[in-house]
């Protein structure tokens, strides 16, 4: 059974750093894709982050390209979200989702993390 589980989740202020982790069970990330989602209060999910089957490319949504890093360590079958300088309108659930495949729909989700940042 394919388990995704996110943490590092809290409240931060402005400015701030915190680093997501989702630690997979029942697969291996490294033959799987991988992306971060996030749904902010009254907003549509929306693509944050992605590192392909190979972890030899990542992609990322424009506004946070040099705020957030996305990478994996496939000794800890994990996949990491590192994000910096977090602004309010960052406050949303994080989620990870695994793919065989970057393009088309992913395969398997995790149930969130939330992430609070204050003024």
């Known amino acids: 059974q394919v388990q995704l589980v996110e943490s590092g989740g809290g409240l931060v202020q402005a400015g701030g750093s915190l680093r997501l982790s989702c630690a997979a069970s029942?697969?291996?990330?490294?033959?799987?894709?991988w992306k971060w989602f996030r749904r902010a209060p009254g907003k549509e999910r929306e693509f944050v982050a992605g590192?392909?089957?190979?972890?030899?490319?990542?992609f990322y949504e424009d506004s946070v390209k040099g705020q957030f890093t996305i990478s994996r360590d496939n000794a800890k079958n994990t996949v990491y979200l590192q994000m910096n300088s977090l602004k309010p309108e960052d406050t949303a659930v994080y989620y990870c989702?695994?793919?065989?495949?970057?393009?088309?729909?992913?395969?398997?989700w995790g149930k969130g993390t939330l992430v609070t940042v204050s003024i």
């Open positions: 989702a695994a793919g065989r495949y970057y393009t088309g729909g992913m395969d398997y």
């Open positions: 029942g697969l291996t990330i490294s033959n799987y894709a």
């Open positions: 590192i392909s089957r190979n972890g030899a490319n990542t």
